[in-house]
């Protein structure tokens, strides 16, 4: 462990896509300022024992100023075990696990350093949630103001209501990069052994969810700082994995807190699944597994009433009927969540946050701390 713990590890789990950790590392770049790198956070990249040129990807971005620490696995662990080994290689505070192909804005890293360092001078954040956009072709796709800023003007707030946080972010609790988590706290509190996740495509719920109950602390940056690749994974079921998986892990961590397990399945019947399917009826989910999705998904939520109205009919239904239904189902639920999110804003918000600036540039906040290439 360094002489000086960071505030933040940045840590980026990667195999075999180094024009994606390129981009990536670009965009951190361009958020730190070399020579005035300091102590407040690390950046570590985990490679999965690459065949490609990822090593040389990172020794160019070494090289240019980038302080990046280099571990390469003597094995391909798989997905999930490369995500633990993460968390075992980080040394900071709080911990951000950061997907190998998406991007970080402008000014991220000392904006979020900024927010948890006033959230530390208050008894600390249980985690903090980034809001994100999604985007298909980097070079294409650059984001609008519009887009990363949010309708109410806020850059973080602080939420105390584990059951609103998991209903609203449902079944993107479950992408690797929007939760940054309070390593230090985790540490601390008893919670099941993260290697049984292996194999669930869902590790990092096991570092999650021991954090969540109903009145944990948690740093919702509204502000969106994070854009995530869309249709760049395969290999898996998004009924297995969001529906059937998910819901096993959150009734096995959220057992004396059943309220949150409903929160977030609620969530995810209601808002993620229905365009996820439709997404993949289209033939737009890249490489999925096909599914039964309603024999998969009807013996856990066939009591619910979210699944007979959100998902049966769009999984059902001819497609063109479906496209029609799904279209007016998302006119409700985005009417549903202006009003909620108003409501909130109006009644009963957390106190809201923005980053601090600095001072001078002599005295910007530190951005990323060690540099050294290792090999375990």
Same mark, same amino acid.
């Given at each position: 462990?360094?002489?000086?713990?960071?505030?933040? #590890?940045?840590?980026?789990?990667?195999f075999?896509?180094?024009?994606?950790?390129?981009?990536?590392?670009?965009?951190l770049?361009?958020c #730190?300022?070399?020579g005035?790198l300091?102590t407040?956070?690390e950046?570590?990249?985990?490679?999965?024992?690459?065949?490609?040129?990822t090593?040389e990807?990172?020794?160019?971005?070494q090289?240019?100023?980038?302080?990046?620490?280099y571990?390469r696995?003597?094995t391909?662990?798989?997905?999930?075990?490369?995500?633990?080994?993460?968390?075992?290689l980080?040394?900071?505070?709080?911990?951000?696990?950061?997907?190998d192909?998406?991007?970080?804005?402008?000014?991220?890293?000392?904006?979020?350093?900024?927010?948890?360092?006033?959230?530390?001078?208050?008894?600390?954040?249980d985690l903090a949630y980034?809001?994100?956009f999604?985007?298909?072709?980097?070079?294409?796709?650059?984001p609008?103001?519009?887009?990363?800023?949010?309708?109410?003007?806020?850059?973080?707030?602080?939420?105390?209501d584990?059951a609103?946080?998991?209903?609203?972010?449902?079944?993107?609790?479950?992408l690797? #990069?929007?939760?940054?988590?309070?390593?230090?706290?985790? @540490?601390?509190?008893?919670?099941?052994?993260?290697a049984?996740?292996?194999?669930?495509?869902?590790?990092?719920?096991?570092?999650?969810?021991?954090?969540?109950h109903?009145?944990?602390?948690?740093?919702?940056?509204?502000?969106?700082?994070?854009?995530?690749r869309?249709f760049?994974?395969?290999g898996w079921?998004?009924?297995?994995v969001f529906?059937?998986?998910?819901?096993?892990i959150a009734?096995?961590?959220f057992?004396?807190?059943?309220?949150?397990?409903?929160?977030?399945m609620n969530?995810v019947?209601?808002?993620?699944l229905?365009?996820?399917?439709m997404?993949?009826?289209?033939?737009?989910e890249g490489a999925?597994?096909v599914?039964?999705?309603?024999g998969? @998904?009807?013996?856990?939520?066939g009591?619910n009433?979210r699944?007979w109205?959100?998902v049966?009919?769009?999984a059902?239904?001819? &497609?063109? &009927?479906?496209? #029609?239904?799904?279209?007016?189902?998302?006119?409700?639920?985005?009417?549903?969540?202006i009003?909620?999110?108003?409501?909130?804003?109006?009644?009963?918000?957390?106190? @809201?946050l923005r980053?601090i600036?600095?001072?001078?540039?002599?005295?910007?906040?530190s951005?990323?701390?060690?540099?050294?290439?290792?090999?375990?």
């Amino acid at each position: 462990m360094p002489d000086v713990q960071p505030l933040l #590890s940045i840590c980026i789990p990667t195999f075999n896509r180094s024009r994606f950790l390129a981009e990536l590392l670009a965009s951190l770049h361009s958020c #730190s300022s070399p020579g005035a790198l300091g102590t407040a956070a690390e950046l570590i990249v985990s490679d999965n024992h690459s065949i490609d040129d990822t090593a040389e990807i990172v020794r160019g971005f070494q090289h240019r100023g980038l302080a990046v620490r280099y571990v390469r696995n003597e094995t391909n662990l798989g997905a999930d075990a490369n995500f633990l080994r993460c968390l075992s290689l980080a040394t900071g505070r709080y911990l951000w696990v950061l997907g190998d192909d998406d991007l970080v804005m402008p000014g991220a890293i000392a904006a979020l350093i900024s927010l948890l360092e006033q959230g530390e001078a208050s008894g600390g954040f249980d985690l903090a949630y980034l809001s994100s956009f999604g985007f298909t072709d980097t070079p294409q796709q650059r984001p609008t103001a519009a887009v990363l800023q949010d309708r109410f003007g806020r850059f973080a707030e602080i939420v105390t209501d584990g059951a609103y946080l998991l209903e609203k972010v449902n079944a993107l609790i479950g992408l690797i #990069s929007v939760v940054i988590i309070n390593r230090d706290r985790l @540490l601390r509190v008893p919670h099941p052994v993260l290697a049984m996740l292996t194999g669930t495509n869902l590790m990092q719920t096991g570092w999650i969810f021991p954090l969540l109950h109903r009145r944990c602390r948690v740093l919702f940056v509204w502000q969106r700082l994070l854009g995530y690749r869309h249709f760049n994974s395969g290999g898996w079921g998004i009924c297995e994995v969001f529906g059937v998986r998910l819901d096993r892990i959150a009734a096995q961590y959220f057992a004396a807190e059943p309220a949150l397990a409903r929160a977030l399945m609620n969530g995810v019947l209601r808002y993620w699944l229905p365009d996820s399917i439709m997404l993949a009826r289209a033939g737009r989910e890249g490489a999925m597994h096909v599914e039964d999705t309603i024999g998969m @998904l009807r013996p856990r939520f066939g009591r619910n009433w979210r699944f007979w109205l959100f998902v049966y009919p769009v999984a059902t239904l001819p &497609l063109p &009927l479906a496209r #029609s239904l799904h279209r007016a189902l998302r006119v409700l639920n985005r009417a549903t969540r202006i009003a909620q999110a108003a409501w909130r804003h109006l009644f009963v918000r957390g106190t @809201l946050l923005r980053p601090i600036p600095p001072v001078s540039a002599a005295h910007r906040p530190s951005v990323i701390a060690s540099s050294a290439t290792t090999m375990p």
